[in-house]
């Protein structure tokens, strides 16, 4: 079945470092692509998505661009924050049955300290 | 308000005790989603259901069952929960013409 695998964390950078979170994936066809963010006692919120090769999505200062070549979508931002502190995931969409109803495969979530 | 919403917040219920966690939406989604997380397990479907009379098991469905009493309103019940059942409980909600799930801000459930 389809699968994501990211970067294990956790991850501890100092304030305005450039982040690297690595995602790959394992699908058959041609899914979108997800980054979910969970702050500190909160639920999953979408941070941005691609749906097609070569999308590049972006929110808040973070990207990830959909490499179809390396089955990739890997998660970037150039100056991070305090504020950035969280649990970030990776996710696919899986097709179910009727071709219009879907699922979300997740990776194991990597958590990004940023310290000040 | 919050547009999903999930009761109770915190839960604390001993081994063998029956227990229900309840979803509510106020989207209009006709797709609900039940998840646990797990540390370093990243989130694990439970249960799913794309409108009130179409209700699918996901990953890991055993020990769980759920009712979908609305359009609106999805509940997960733990008929006799186990300490491995201890985890935080998400639900989500998506609409028929989109992929990106809305999430609630999840229960934690802790079974002693």
Redesign the interface.
């Known amino acids: 079945g389809n699968s994501v695998t990211q970067m294990e964390g956790p991850v501890t950078l100092s304030e305005e470092a450039f982040l690297t979170i690595n995602c790959t994936y394992t699908a058959t066809g041609y899914p979108?692509l997800?980054w979910?963010v969970q702050y500190p006692?909160?639920?999953?919120?979408?941070l941005l998505?691609a749906t097609k090769a070569d999308d590049k999505g972006s929110n808040k200062g973070f990207e990830a661009t959909y490499r179809k070549e390396t089955t990739s979508f890997h998660l970037e931002k150039g100056s991070v924050q305090v504020s950035d502190s969280a649990v970030y995931?990776c996710a696919l969409?899986d097709a179910l049955s009727g071709g219009?109803?879907?699922?979300?495969t997740?990776?194991?979530?990597t958590l990004l300290t940023v310290n000040p | 308000d919050a547009d999903?919403t999930q009761t109770p917040r915190n839960r604390i219920t001993k081994t063998g005790k029956r227990i229900m966690l309840e979803c509510s939406q106020t989207k209009g989604h006709d797709?609900m989603?039940w998840y646990r997380q797990d540390p370093?397990?990243?989130?694990?479907?439970i249960y799913?259901s794309?409108d009130v009379k179409d209700i699918n098991k996901?990953e890991i469905s055993d020990g769980y069952s759920v009712s979908r009493q609305a359009q609106a309103k999805f509940s997960l019940s733990l008929e006799s929960a186990i300490p491995n059942q201890t985890a935080l409980y998400?639900c989500?909600t998506?609409d028929?013409a989109g992929?990106?799930?809305?999430?609630?801000?999840?229960t934690r459930l802790l079974v002693l």
């Open positions: 979108s997800f979910y006692g909160e639920g999953l919120q979408l998505k995931f969409s219009s109803n879907y699922k979300l997740f990776g194991k979530g | 999903v797709r989603y370093g397990l990243g989130l694990r479907l799913y794309f996901g998400f989500a998506n028929r992929e990106t799930q809305y999430f609630g801000p999840g």
